[in-house]
């Protein structure tokens, strides 16, 4: 099993601020998958991840694959409250998860 | 179809009571997760099938803890003498074969034991 750190575990900004969270791990992966659970919900796919050195942007939210396949970014520019929730990052093929950063935009 | 659905969405129990829950994935779907999340942290990887057979199963898993998919369809997860560190949300998901592809999660069943 290929373990998943995540940081920083809470975030709390103010709406209009940029933010980056981290998805580590010691092991290569073939693909990575970020996810977002808000409360009372099951996570939902945001996106995936194959190619070392990936960039993919969805609306305002920055996702990268590290060169070696090791590591992976969500940034988020001028935030919501709409964007607070957990974020997690998962081996898209073993769908083990990180622990997850908390997010919460204040307006 | 709806989605992947959890029953019941709560479920309240006494200590070393057993407790039953079902998912129902989507139809289509031949994989099916069973995760354990605890307040503030990532879905914890219980156990894994594909159609019926289960092919993984964690090692933190204790042997309280048994899976069914009899059919290759809907899954039972059964926690037999309940204590009070299994209170958690239990959350199934299911997806198509391969590895990039998106698994689709229900709402969870709340286990609370007293």
């Known amino acids: 099993t290929q373990l998943l750190e995540q940081s920083p575990q809470f975030l709390s900004i103010q709406e209009g601020e940029n933010l980056t969270v981290y998805c580590n791990s010691s092991?290569?992966?073939?693909?990575l998958q970020w996810y977002r659970q808000e409360p009372g919900e099951g996570p939902v796919l945001l996106v995936t991840?194959?190619?070392?050195?990936e960039v993919k942007k969805l609306k305002r939210l920055t996702f990268q694959f590290g060169d070696a396949r090791k590591d992976s970014s969500l940034h988020i520019t001028a935030a919501q409250p709409g964007d607070t929730g957990l974020y997690l990052c998962?081996?898209?093929?073993?769908?083990?998860f990180g622990a997850g950063t908390r997010l919460t935009v204040k307006p | 179809d709806t989605g992947v659905s959890q029953d019941p969405r709560h479920k309240i129990t006494k200590r070393g009571q057993n407790v039953t829950f079902r998912c129902d994935p989507i139809?289509?779907?031949?994989?099916l997760y069973w995760y354990r999340q605890t307040l503030g942290q990532g879905p914890e990887f219980l156990t894994y099938?594909?159609?019926?057979?289960?092919?993984?199963k964690s090692r933190l898993l204790s042997d309280r803890f048994s899976a069914e998919r009899p059919k290759g369809s809907f899954s039972t997860l059964e926690i037999q003498r309940t204590e009070q560190g299994d209170s958690a949300m239990y959350l199934c998901?299911?997806?198509?074969?391969?590895?990039?592809?998106?698994?689709?999660f229900g709402q969870g069943t709340r286990l609370t034991v007293v």
């Open positions: 998901a299911s997806r198509p074969t391969g590895g990039r592809v998106e698994a689709f």
């Open positions: 092991s290569v992966f073939s693909s």
């Open positions: 991840v194959v190619t070392g050195g």
């Open positions: 998962a081996g898209a093929w073993d769908m083990r």
């Open positions: 139809s289509e779907h031949n994989r």
């Open positions: 099938f594909q159609n019926e057979a289960q092919l993984e």
